[in-house]
């Protein structure tokens, strides 16, 4: 009972120097504000971009749920809460894939697409989690699995079939694809450099310095909130008028 109740009352006293304990709280804020602000938007405009909003506030959400998690644990032990790091990743990135098709669909995308890119970023994910903290030894091959299946992600959006749909489909969601594209191939080339920051390995003494959960915490809010932000962009201008003015 004691415990329960120091677990409730516990304020941490977030260091000055704490990187990471105050990027998992600013984390988690954002996330929090970003998911209010994309599920109030879902009624504003057309009908058809619904769905898509109510994934980008979904995404943001989750995080907000595994950040307030990770916050915790980060002033409780002091270390890097993978395990809740990778749930919320295995949640997240599969619905990014999902707003992939559902922006495409409009010129005729196919589930087989949607489900292509999520099986791929599972194996991204799942073999970045075995190099993180199951088989650390051999963390360079777990993430150069990983990194293939990225790469495999990074042309399929930006020259493989998800590309041609985007061109068929032409105007704002040529434009939309382009920027998640752009987002996918650097916002999320942001991961590998915490991975190597945080991991052992031949790239040891490269990424000195850099904490790895700051890497990720600043992955996170870019791609998270910044998705969320072109789907919304592209709801607001392929919309004729907002639905109540
Ligand atoms: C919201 C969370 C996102 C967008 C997470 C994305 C994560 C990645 C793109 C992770 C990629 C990795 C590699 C490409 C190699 C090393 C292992 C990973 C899992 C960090």
């Not at 990983?146 to 590309?163: E, M, Q, R």
Request: glycine fraction near 8%; proline fraction near 2%; charged fraction near 15%.
């Amino acid at each position: 009972m004691k415990n329960l109740l120091m677990s409730i009352s516990f304020t941490p006293e977030i260091a000055t120097d704490d990187y990471v304990g105050f990027t998992f709280f600013v984390g988690c804020m954002a996330m929090m504000a970003a998911s209010v602000f994309f599920f109030f938007s879902m009624n504003s405009y057309d009908r058809k971009w619904r769905t898509s909003l109510l994934i980008s506030g979904l995404i943001t959400f989750i995080a907000a749920v595994h950040y307030w998690y990770m916050r915790d644990y980060w002033y409780a032990n002091g270390s890097s809460p993978t395990f809740f790091r990778y749930v919320d990743w295995i949640l997240t990135v599969p619905l990014m894939c999902v707003e992939f098709y559902l922006i495409l669909k409009v010129a005729g995308a196919k589930k087989s697409l949607m489900w292509r890119l999520i099986v791929l970023s599972v194996i991204m994910l799942v073999t970045g989690y075995f190099g993180e903290a199951v088989y650390r030894d051999q963390a360079w091959l777990w993430g150069l699995i990983s990194g293939i299946a990225y790469f495999i992600i990074v042309y399929d959006i930006w020259l493989g079939k998800a590309k041609k749909l985007a061109e068929e489909a032409g105007g704002a969601v040529l434009t939309a694809h382009k920027t998640l594209c752009w987002f996918v191939l650097v916002g999320w080339a942001i991961y590998p450099i915490g991975y190597m920051a945080g991991t052992p390995g031949w790239y040891d003494g490269i990424f000195d310095g850099l904490a790895m959960d700051v890497v990720y915490n600043i992955g996170d809010a870019v791609n998270k909130i910044g998705f969320g932000l072109v789907v919304y962009n592209l709801a607001v201008s392929a919309s004729e008028k907002p639905a109540s003015a």
